[in-house]
């Protein structure tokens, strides 16, 4: 302490140097803590995307805006040199404000040049510090803040200040951090202090959160190097051609930006300026982003490029804010099973110091910033597998505050994503992306540039193709190689044309010799074809492969040529054992991948054209497995290579949801226009052809050409659907061009053109359809769909020659209305409805046809009585004077419309509600307007509200039982009737209804008019803070009412303390409210006080919980029961606890125990259901198993103890030492569980028996005699009672309840009770006949019971002669039983008659086989007789319950026995395996067929897709030797191949082996196929055995992935 002085002296003075001239960014922050009101903090939590807890925590907290400061500071929204985050998010949230005076703060604060706002080095220890300073906060305590300003010899003025702050622990915290007493490497001077002061256990709590922030932020700063080093090998080696190994280039200096665009909120595709909006256009509600893409467009590129973003930091880069980014190509991940295994295998080097346990807690910190991107979801192979952790990620189910970028193929978007998920399309390169690439990455030479790309612009069908990035860059280096380049006229040609220069280039490097063996391999690829389509038709598509086996499988030569040109591509990865550590099992192996997944479709495409014509059975199995979409260019490759292998194609597809876009592809990838392709096109333009405006560039001009061969051809086209693809037309070439800029010239030969727009459509544009109509000879009807028409065109604007040619102009599907070019006017072919109606869910055709329709209506000036707009207002454009609606169209003034409907949810704003008006205003005639559903303002300024409508007197209610109408006039609501006393706001009632009484009680706190009370029953969902109000499951917002003098609110289930709390944040702004009950649900024991306003404390608001009486003590946040009458009622009633029960429940109940054993009501009786874990013998109470403890109550009469399964001795002691604690307890019941048969009587408590204490067990009427601690039965009725119902041993039963059972039988012998059945289930051992008693399997004896009158004995399997003569010995004891039977069992057919015990015969007892009584067993003869005939065809099915399986076999055998023949047996998939002896068939129960001497047929069915093996068919061919078998079935199932099949003369064996691959006859030992006698070969056999596999292996993946869905 010698020291000490000096230390806190020096720290002193530079607190005083300090205060004298306060940090700039001190001041800043204090000042930007005064600006930051709870509505502010809240928005931006959201924008920043702060996590949940992140955000209760800011909303809970005493002085949100110094904590939000603080989070912000550690999250680096706001640094000394840069708080663009911050202005940026305050501008997003419209806070513009506050954002000028923020900004002018930070001029002069912190001298900022807003021109030259330096971006600050991303620091890693900004987000742990900040939690360990929060966490500082906590630990503070009020004595102790003071302690250290005075140590720390702080001004007295400061310390007021902290003394008066909401939360002076956190400012305090704020000043140390200032004041250099805490800082992100060094806390020394505040632990001194602590130390100091003796305050050694908060030192050592403090020093342990430092140093937990220390080792975060060493162990994050080695994880972040070594993701780094990982990355920088992936984005660091981009081959833009595959051939091009010599120069590998950074993705930096290739990436050029593709076109962009995302989903908003309306489902409709926005254009994206960059990829650095990717996250930005979400503002924080998508942590999720799918970037989707068709093949070649650079999903893998551009994920990389934001990989090198992060890696280098990039200044104007959003994606340089991760503080880990994780990066994983989907393609590698099959069979990982998380995302740390993931990250291990990867992206952490041999030597990582990185511990696994480290990266765990990593991505588990929420504070942390992480982004995972997932490339190439496409080429995942485990997409089809429900629970990965992918899947799990996707769908939010884990890591939640991660952000998660994914790249996918277009066709391929995962089926399930989380709520905040978006959307990204990228639609390729356009002309001046293609040469800023040839610029950039290709050639700096103007002249080459410009003719590399004249080159390209010469060819339009090369132009489009090049729209995808990977063709474009592959055209760009290729073309600068080659002078002249091929004429290409198809993908395929293109692609084919690539791959040629691909294996010249290695060609031009080598010899002759080893040229024509480089040609010979780059001619004949088969193997690398197969294992192409095998990869992509399988199950799960896998692309990768490993080395050494593909070098087996093609040999060294070839495959060093593939990988040399690139077109393979090599990649070594770790190959670790699972569970292993890391150091000793790391093997890393080399893997092999296609270059682009492309590559990998274009050879599979060469192994399906080769087979398609030949191998039909593989193409239909290919089609059943394949969509066309996720593997397009397969289809469309096949297509090119083979012109043959087209037709067979293109009428596949046709056939498929939106077809015809796929089949004109796969068309026009033939060159040559062959009488096929004309039989082709005229298939396709049969149907509707369509041109829309996301159609690929390449997709619009196959379109095109398509349509122009036709023309050519005199090919009638049915219709062409231009599909808001329209962009102008061009008079100079009398075409029409399109929104990509292609030009669509007149078709002469199209019938009907459709045309689809959005919006209103002007004269211009209608004008310019028709000129283009004119142009296309035979078109006899043009329809528009979608959009809105002109009321009118003059008649001289319109062309004279559509007149002539009678052209029909039809508005909208359902042709309500159509243009007349005669008059140039529209017309309605149907009358409007008395209601026309406008809803959220019609289709924008629907809603234009009706707009249309009402523009007719007013034109014409009939009178139309009510238009409902119904959740389709957007917004009043003054500016056309029209109302917009939700689906983009305008609906202008319609002045004969004589009212309006508005039905809208939620609560209107001012604004709103002055649109509907100014649309009114809009409407003439009109003088009417309602809303229903939502809640309309109290008061809008009268000067803004139009004179017009109040010298109209348009009237303005409020639905449905307007009660509650708004006075133009005065601008105010008023209400029309008058409330009741309890107003009521219930789950049953309609949003409508709930509107009208919010709108009746704001009309009332407005006018002062007091309200009994309000019922809020089952409706609350939260309460919003920024706008003071209850927000109800309806989605409405109920204000605080003042005049409200009682809030009641009913819920169910659980209430938690935060709901708790913020129904009395809102009693709060209900300033007349004195009381608040809770009625129906389970609320906290405790709230604590501080959480508690202290505004409703002053007011002296009264807080009832109407269930147990309770009322709150505000001051202390505790429950208290007051009313003596309440308590005695709910004790009477009894009392429960369950384990199914929430601890607060529990709690609640023990509670009022207490309270009826210091008020001495009596308690009736008091159930434990299943809650009982032990007693505790030093607090004398009972422990329930949810951790509470449960005191003895000296109030209850009587206990009842419900629990399950075997209770043990020490558990019943610990209930009757609770009983003994509650000193009235006179009673104790046990039911449900099984119990002791007898507890010693000496730990048996004596005051029990003194107090004559009754203990009963429930189950069995047993009644303790605690002397002797044994159970006693002497309610007879009780005895007779259970034996008349019957009685079951089981070997499921514990040893306990056998005890029970057998101890039952005795009392019924003794007693002399009949027992009218017992059942021995599966627990016989054997009969002693030393003791003439059953032994069961427990090990028990079951001696004989004289007063038993039947037996049931249920067994499984087939029972021996000896097991079916110990059960006849144990009914020989039973002396008055006179039936016995057997279940589930096959008995054996004979037993000898000198076996057989003469009394049982001379009893006349009766042996009955199975429930069915099909057979018995006739004991004079020994021998089973069948009680019933069998049927022509006996069935034994695997769906059979045992018993009937086994009633059957033993009718089966009798009929065998006795020599009645047996038509027909057919086994349906309940055959299990065979005897290669062939004695018998074993089914799936376990029992066995046997040989049946007298059966002539035997059809025997396996489940779907079964083989046989060798041994199973020679037991059956055995089986029906010796059962001479006439004939013998065998469907669905393979069976094996035989070179020698026993020889059946007399049976006929027929095999179908359920598919399509037919039905055979076994002769001579010979498969001969039925329909023509035609040997099956070795050979056919084998392709017989892979369509087999095939096909059930497809099946069962179907079946799989059904139940999956289910």
């Known amino acids: 302490m010698a020291d000490s002085p000096s230390t806190y002296e020096a720290i002193g003075s530079e607190g005083q140097q300090r205060k004298s001239t306060p940090p700039a960014f001190w001041r800043f922050k204090i000042a930007l803590s005064t600006i930051l009101t709870i509505k502010v903090i809240l928005e931006l939590a959201v924008t920043f995307g702060y996590p949940n807890a992140l955000v209760d925590e800011l909303q809970g907290a005493s002085d949100s805006a110094l904590l939000m400061v603080m989070v912000m500071e550690g999250r680096g929204q706001i640094h000394p040199t840069d708080i663009s985050p911050l202005l940026g998010a305050l501008e997003d949230t419209g806070h513009h404000g506050i954002a000028t005076e923020v900004r002018a703060w930070s001029l002069e604060y912190l001298d900022i040049n807003p021109g030259k706002e330096q971006k600050p080095k991303k620091s890693l220890e900004l987000s742990s510090f900040g939690r360990f300073k929060i966490a500082l906060s906590t630990a503070l305590r009020e004595q102790t803040i003071q302690n250290l300003g005075a140590l720390f010899e702080y001004p007295r003025a400061l310390m007021d200040e902290i003394r008066n702050a909401k939360n002076s622990a956190l400012l305090m915290t704020m000043h140390m951090e200032e004041r250099g007493q805490i800082q992100p490497a060094d806390i020394s001077p505040l632990l001194t202090a602590l130390k100091d002061l003796r305050l050694h256990g908060v030192a050592s709590d403090v020093e342990d959160q430092f140093n937990e922030h220390l080792r975060i932020t060493g162990k994050m700063a080695a994880f972040i190097e070594e993701l780094k080093e990982t990355c920088h090998t992936l984005y660091d080696k981009i081959q833009p051609i595959p051939y091009i190994k010599e120069k590998l280039y950074s993705v930096d200096k290739v990436f050029i930006e593709v076109g962009m665009e995302h989903c908003d909120s309306r489902g409709s595709w926005k254009t994206l300026s ?57 393609r590698q991940l099959g069979g990982i099973t998380s995302i740390i295994d993931a990250i291990e295998q990867f992206l952490l080097p041999r030597d990582s110091s990185v511990k696994r346990l480290d990266v765990e807690q990593l991505l588990s910190n929420r504070d942390i910033r992480i982004l995972v991107i997932f490339d190439a979801y496409d080429e995942y192979p485990d997409q089809h597998i429900e629970d ?54 290709v050639t700096g030479d103007d002249e080459e540039v410009q003719r590399i790309l004249e080159q390209l612009n010469t060819n339009p069908i090369l132009r489009d193709i090049c729209q995808a990035p990977l063709f474009s860059v592959m055209y760009a280096h290729v073309a600068h190689e080659e002078e002249e380049f091929h004429n290409i006229r198809s993908v395929t040609g293109f692609f084919e044309y690539m791959i040629d220069c691909f294996h010249s280039h290695a060609q031009n490097k080598v010899s002759d010799y080893k040229r024509e063996q480089l040609q010979m391999f780059a ?38 040529l593939y990988t040399d040109i690139g077109i393979l591509v090599e990649e070594e990865v770790i190959n670790r054992s699972r569970g292993a550590k890391r150091a000793q099992s790391i093997q890393y192996r080399t893997e092999v991948h296609f270059y682009h997944k492309l590559f990998c479709e274009w050879f599979a495409a060469c192994h399906l054209a080769e087979r398609v014509t030949s191998f039909q059975a593989l193409f239909r199995n290919f089609c059943k497995r394949v969509n066309p979409y996720d593997l397009q260019f397969v289809y469309r490759f096949a297509c090119g290579i083979n012109p043959a292998a087209a037709k067979r194609i293109i009428k596949l597809v046709q056939k498929k949801p939106d077809g015809d876009k796929f089949a004109v592809l796969c068309a026009l990838e033939q060159e040559e226009n062959t009488e096929d392709v004309l039989s082709t096109l005229r298939d396709l333009v049969s149907r509707n052809v369509y041109i829309r405006e996301n159609d690929t560039r390449l997709l619009q001009r196959t379109t095109v050409q398509l349509l122009e061969l036709a023309s050519q051809k005199e090919i009638p086209v049915t219709c062409l659907m231009l599909d808001q693809s329209i962009d102008k037309f061009d008079v100079t070439t009398s075409c029409m061009v399109l929104t990509s800029g292609l030009s669509l010239p007149g078709v002469s030969s199209v019938m009907k053109l459709d045309v689809t727009e959005s919006g209103n459509m002007s004269e211009d544009q209608c004008l310019q359809v028709l000129a283009f109509v004119k142009e296309c ?70 809603q234009a046809s009706t707009i249309m329709q009402l523009m007719v209506a007013s034109a014409d000036k009939i ?19 029209s109302m917009v609606l939700t689906s983009g169209l305008s609906l202008p003034g319609v002045s004969s419309v004589m009212k309006l409907n508005v039905t809208e949810s939620g609560n209107m704003s001012e604004d709103q509600c002055l649109q509907v008006l100014a649309f009114v205003k809009e409407c003439r005639d009109m003088n009417e307007v309602s809303f229903s559903g939502c809640v309309l303002p109290v008061s809008i300024p009268t000067e803004r509200i139009d004179q017009s409508l109040i010298t109209r007197n348009v009237k303005v209610s409020c639905r449905p039982n307007n009660n ?88 169910s289930g659980n209430m938690s303390e935060d709901k708790y709390l913020q129904v009395l944040a809102f009693v709060k702004e209900c300033r007349d409210t004195n009381e608040v009950s809770f009625d129906g649900c389970i609320l906290p024991t405790t709230i604590p006080a501080r959480r508690i306003d202290t505004t409703l404390i002053r007011r002296n608001v009264k807080v009832s919980y109407t269930r147990y009486g309770y009322k709150m003590k505000l001051e202390l946040g505790q429950w208290e029961v007051d009313d003596v009458d309440v308590i005695r009622k709910l004790c009477s009633d009894g009392l429960t606890v369950s384990r199914d029960h929430s601890v607060l429940l529990q709690q609640s109940t023990i509670l009022l125990l207490e309270k009826s054993t210091q008020q001495n009501l009596p308690v009736t009786c008091l159930m434990l259901d299943r809650c009982i874990d032990k007693f505790d013998v030093t607090n004398s109470s009972l422990v329930l198993t949810s951790g509470l403890s449960l005191p003895g109550v000296s109030s209850v009469m009587k206990l009842n103890v419900t629990e399950s399964g075997n209770m043990s001795e020490d558990k019943c002691l610990d209930v009757l030492a609770f009983v003994k604690e509650s000193k009235d307890m006179n009673e104790v019941s046990f039911d449900g569980c099984i119990l002791p048969t007898t507890i010693p009587a000496r730990r048996i408590d004596t005051t029990l028996i003194r107090r004559n204490v009754k203990v009963s067990y429930t189950r069995y009427g047993y009644k303790m005699k605690l002397e002797l601690g044994q159970w006693e039965v002497d309610d007879v009725d009780v005895i007779q009672k259970l034996c008349s119902d019957g009685l079951t041993v089981s070997r499921d039963h514990s040893v306990l309840l056998q005890q029970s059972t057998i101890l039952l039988l005795e009392k019924s012998t003794q007693q002399n009770i009949p027992v009218t059945c017992l059942t021995l289930d599966q627990c016989i051992d054997k009969f002693d006949v030393t003791t003439s008693s059953m032994v069961l399997t427990s090990g028990l004896s079951l001696p004989g019971v004289s007063s038993l009158m039947k037996l049931n004995v249920t067994e499984s399997g087939n029972m021996s002669e000896d097991q079916y003569l110990q059960v006849l010995a144990f009914v020989k004891e039973c002396r008055v039983m006179n039936e016995v039977s057997f279940d589930g069992c096959v008995l054996p057919f004979s037993i000898p008659t000198e076996r057989i015990d003469h009394s049982l015969i001379t009893k006349n007892v009766k042996v009955c086989c199975c429930s069915g009584n099909k057979a018995e067993s006739n004991l004079w003869s020994g021998k089973l007789e069948s009680q019933t005939d069998l049927p022509d065809d006996v069935c034994i099915r695997s769906s059979d319950t045992v018993a009937e399986q086994a009633s059957t076999i033993m009718q089966l055998m009798v009929a065998s026995a006795d020599k009645i023949p047996i038509s027909r047996v057919s086994l349906y998939g309940s055959l299990s395996s065979v005897d290669s002896d062939g004695l018998s068939l074993v089914l799936h129960s376990g029992l066995c067929l046997p040989r049946l001497s007298s059966l002539q047929k035997l059809w025997i069915q396996t489940e779907g897709g079964r083989e046989v093996t060798v041994d199973e068919w020679t037991g059956i061919l055995n089986y029906a030797k010796q059962c001479q078998l006439r004939r013998l079935w065998m469907k669905s199932c393979l069976l094996p191949w035989l070179d020698n099949n026993p020889n059946l003369a007399n049976t006929i064996v027929d095999w179908a082996t359920g598919g399509i691959y037919g039905a055979y006859i076994l002769q001579s030992g010979r498969w001969q196929r039925q329909k023509d006698d035609k040997v099956l070969t070795r050979e056919a056999y084998a392709s017989l055995v892979i369509g087999f596999r095939g096909r059930y292996s497809h099946t069962k993946w179907q079946k799989q992935r059904r139940a999956n869905r289910e």
């Not at 017309?827 to 409007?832: A, G, M, R, V, W």
């Open 523 to 560: 001619d004949n690829h088969h193997e690398l074809d197969k294992l192409a389509f095998d990869s992509l038709t399988g199950a799960n598509q896998q692309i990768l492969w490993d080395k050494e086996v593909l070098i087996k499988k093609f040999g060294a030569e070839f495959y060093g």
């Open 777 to 846: 000879r035979d078109m006899i009807g043009v329809s528009f769909d979608g959009c809105v028409l002109p009321v009118s065109i003059p008649t001289e604007r319109i062309d004279h020659s559509l007149i002539t040619r009678d052209v029909k102009v039809s508005c909208c599907s359902d042709n309500k209305v159509e243009f007349n070019l005669r008059s140039g006017k529209l017309e309605n072919k149907t009358e409007l409805p008395d209601d026309v109606c406008f809803g959220s869910s019609d289709t924008v055709a629907e």
């Open 964 to 1051: 509650v109408l708004f006075n133009l006039r005065s601008g105010k609501l008023e209400s029309t009737t008058k409330l009741p006393d309890d107003v009521y706001i219930e789950s049953g009632h309609t949003v409508a209804e709930r509107a009208s009484t919010i709108m009746q009680l704001m009309v009332a706190s407005a006018d002062k008019i007091p309200v009994t009370c309000l019922t809020l029953d089952q409706c609350i969902d939260k309460f919003d803070v920024t706008t003071s109000s209850m927000v109800l499951t309806s989605g409405l917002s109920l204000p605080g009412v003042s005049s409200v003098m009682k809030l009641k609110v009913t819920e």
């Open 388 to 441: 990965t952790f992918v899947t799990q990620i996707l769908k939010e189910k884990m890591l939640r505050h991660v952000d998660v970028l994914l790249t996918t193929r277009s066709s391929c978007i995962p089926p399930a994503c989380g709520s905040r998920t978006g959307c990204i399309r990228l639609t390729g390169f356009d002309e001046g992306a293609r040469e800023q690439y040839v610029r950039k990455a």
């Open 274 to 330: 960059s990829y650095r909006g990717i996250f930005s256009v979400a503002k924080g509600t998508s942590r999720i982003q799918v970037i989707e893409g068709e093949p070649g467009y650079g999903k893998s590129t551009l994920a990389l490029q934001l990989v090198y973003d992060w890696c280098n930091e990039v200044s104007d880069s959003p994606f340089c804010k991760p503080d880990i980014l994780i990066f994983l190509n989907l």
């Open 863 to 881: 009178p139309v009585p009510c238009l409902t707009l119904g959740g389709c207002i957007e917004e009043f454009d003054v500016t056309t004077s």
